[in-house]
């Protein structure tokens, strides 16, 4: 079993940058695609970023494209997200989960952490 801890949300204007971070235990993180979701109020949770298990792809929804990049390092059992450019559109609650693909879209699997709450004013 995997047990997974977001960390590094925050309140920041709009242009601004926030780096999460999710640190992963019990588990062979390592073996783990792995990817980060957001949930805005009122809307459905929605796939953000993935990376395979290896590192080696990295995988985004077309809206944060260009201005998230997720990362991972293994040896650290920590997966990341750096966020630039932040907007208000972008203010959600952000999860992490191991996950997997299916016809080209992503989706959560067994493990998801608590969340960490971002928030971006105007």
């Known amino acids: 079993q995997v047990h997974l801890v977001e960390s590094g949300g925050g309140l920041v204007q709009a242009g601004g940058s926030l780096r999460l971070s999710c640190a992963a235990s019990?588990?062979?993180?390592?073996?783990?695609?792995m990817g980060w979701f957001r949930q805005a109020p009122g809307k459905e949770r929605d796939f953000v970023a993935a990376i395979r298990w290896t590192g080696s792809s990295t995988y985004y929804a077309d809206s944060v494209k260009g201005r998230f990049t997720i990362s991972r390092d293994n040896a650290k059992n920590t997966v990341y997200l750096q966020m630039n450019s932040l907007k208000p559109e972008d203010t959600a609650i952000y999860y992490c989960?191991?996950?997997?693909?299916?016809?080209?879209?992503?989706?959560?699997?067994?493990?998801w952490g608590q969340g960490t709450q971002v928030t971006v004013s105007s």
């Open positions: 019990g588990g062979t993180f390592s073996s783990y695609n």
């Open positions: 989960a191991t996950a997997y693909a299916r016809n080209s879209s992503w989706f959560g699997s067994d493990y």
